[in-house]
């Protein structure tokens, strides 16, 4: 199954590196710089800052972020990924002043941690790669993970690939289940899978909330022996949105203010070309009637989370540009264009970014990742604040 986002690992030489059809500029920013030079004005300074993340075995990363206020957050990935076992479950928390490796020993699972969510110190949840037969459910009771039960749990081909918690502390999974790929909903105690998304050869990556009663996923979808990138919404019934078009497409994250107005992004891996190569951001907008794909301001890497405001409007959007790798980058909505953003400078070699979150009650952010994009020693997980 296809990854929801770029699988970082030593960079080969560009080859086919290719913009869908039809994309325009999301702003004015000028090109991004080759690499080792000194990228010209427009890629603005923020306020971002690194934060330590330490106590993970080499080579690790940190897939996904979430918070419940400044006192309390959750960042999950793997861990040893040059070890015997291929790669640990690796969890920490943020306890307002420093993040410490969470301890995972007691739990029977034994994979590796690919998303989690939460709104509260008893409302966080996670989900894993297999492990064996299927995908674990893990809910944080305060202290640590325990592992959770659901409909399905332990059979074989059960996957559950990304979690969120909407605004009524309902808790939503995206995954397959007998051969079919759909939805699990719960509230902690009562869980029930809903109808089958009507798609054929879909993958679905991210799980995302909107209005009450609605939430919506992206992914891919088979197309012409490649794949396109998969939006669709959830309110009762699907509506999947149309396919948008690219070469080898797949849409990593999805925010929508609205039914027309809904941000997608992801990664184009192109036309082919050797083993590592990096593929090209992609970023799109629907407005109730099409896809309009738009140029994020550089044209080699990813575009892996978006995350909204106070007011619930997307504002960040976290990823990984291929020319400027000795900063973290970013694209910051300023009004209706996006503009290019690079984070605090000698943090970490190259940082790779997964992932970004708000907190909620204040104006601050998170991001999460992995210090470079070699998964080899000595990367190791990594943060990003911004206060607000």
Known sequence: MRRRRFVAGTIG????????????????AQASPTP?????PTPRAEGWQAVPAPGSVPPAQLRSIAAAGPQLAWAVGEEDLGGPSGGEALAMVWNGSAWSK?????????????????????????????????????????????????????????RLDSVAVGPDQRVWACGTRGGAVRLLCGDGRRWRWLDPLPVASANLYGVTPGAPGEVWVSGDVGAGGGWSGLVARWNGAWTVLP?????????????????DD?????????????????????????????????QPGFVVGSLTGIAGDAQGRAAWISGWNY????????????????????????????????????VPGTAA?????????????????????LDG
């Open 102 to 158: 969470t301890d995972l020993s007691h739990l029977s699972f034994a994979g590796r941690l690919s998303d989690v969510a939460g709104s509260s110190s008893g409302a966080a949840w996670a989900v894993g790669l297999p492990d064996g037969n299927a995908s674990p459910l893990l809910r944080w009771d305060g202290t640590t993970w325990r592992e959770a039960s659901f409909p399905g749990r332990g059979e074989p081909g059960v």
């Open 262 to 294: 809904v941000w997608a992004v992801g990664t184009e891996a192109g036309a082919g070309g050797p083993p590592g190569r990096p593929g090209n951001p992609a970023l799109a907008h629907w407005d109730g009637t099409a896809w309009t794909r738009l």
């Open 323 to 358: 020319q400027d790798q000795s900063r973290s980058t970013y694209l910051r909505r300023d009004g209706g264009t996006w503009t290019v953003v690079r984070g605090p400078a000698g943090a970490a070699p190259a940082p790779y970014l997964n992932d970004v979150t708000s």
């Open 365 to 385: 952010f998170w991001s999460a990742g992995m210090t470079s994009p070699t998964q080899a020693p000595p990367t190791g997980a990594y943060t990003e604040r």
């Open 36 to 40: 080792g030079r000194h990228p010209g």
């Open 13 to 28: 030489a560009l080859s086919g590196i290719a913009l869908g059809p039809g994309s325009v500029r999301a702003s004015d």
């Open 243 to 259: 396919a948008i078009a690219g070469l080898r497409l797949g849409i990593a994250d999805v925010h929508a203010d609205g039914p």
